[in-house]
């Protein structure tokens, strides 16, 4: 009898039922932040706003220097996006300073979960993977004269034909580069 994978969790089909209660519980975290917006790649490769907590934290001591002489920062007063144009208005970049940490902190959990997640990917992948490769590199040379072999591994061959055309065309744009 074929020896199945049983985790300290459960069976497959657990695994299919937490996963199912998985994505529901992200759609509902999704839900709950609606005024999130995806920032295009570009966008948040050059944000002004990359900061870590501590940075945060520390340039929130302008903020009080600017409580202490708000004249010496009257010309900063028309960047803040607030409702006065004639003051900085440190009250409303507390508040953003706040957001910012409420968001980077679940921002951190959720990439800690979601590194959990994808270890629990590789570590199975890595149970399958190297198996199968040498299974296609026996299976590639007898499917040129075994039609229902050759059915059961095209989408493996197209596969890796089209990795092997991408690479070729990106070794072929870096040489026009060059020259």
Do not use: W
Not at 36 to 46: E, I, P, V
Not at 107 to 124: G, I, R, S, W, Y
């Amino acid at each position: 009898m074929a020896k199945t994978t049983k985790d300290a969790e459960g069976s497959l089909e657990d695994l299919q039922k937490r996963a199912a209660q998985g994505s529901a519980l992200n759609a509902q975290i999704r839900a709950q932040f609606q005024e999130a917006k995806k920032l295009a790649k570009q966008d948040r490769r050059n944000s002004r706003g990359k900061m870590g907590l501590a940075e945060a934290a520390a340039l929130r001591g302008t903020l009080d220097a600017i409580d202490l002489e708000p004249a010496a920062f009257a010309s900063l007063a028309d960047e803040d996006e607030g409702h006065d144009p004639d003051k900085v208005e440190t009250a409303l970049l507390r508040e953003r300073f706040n957001r910012h940490e409420i968001y980077t902190r679940l921002a951190d959990e959720l990439t800690a979960t979601a590194k959990l997640l994808t270890d629990a990917a590789l570590t199975n992948g890595a149970l399958v993977r190297p198996l199968c490769l040498a299974a296609y590199e026996i299976a590639k040379p007898i499917s040129k004269r075994h039609p229902a072999m050759r059915e059961k591994i095209t989408t493996l061959i197209d596969y890796y034909a089209g990795n092997a055309e991408a690479a070729a065309e990106t070794r072929q744009a870096n040489k026009a580069k060059k020259e």
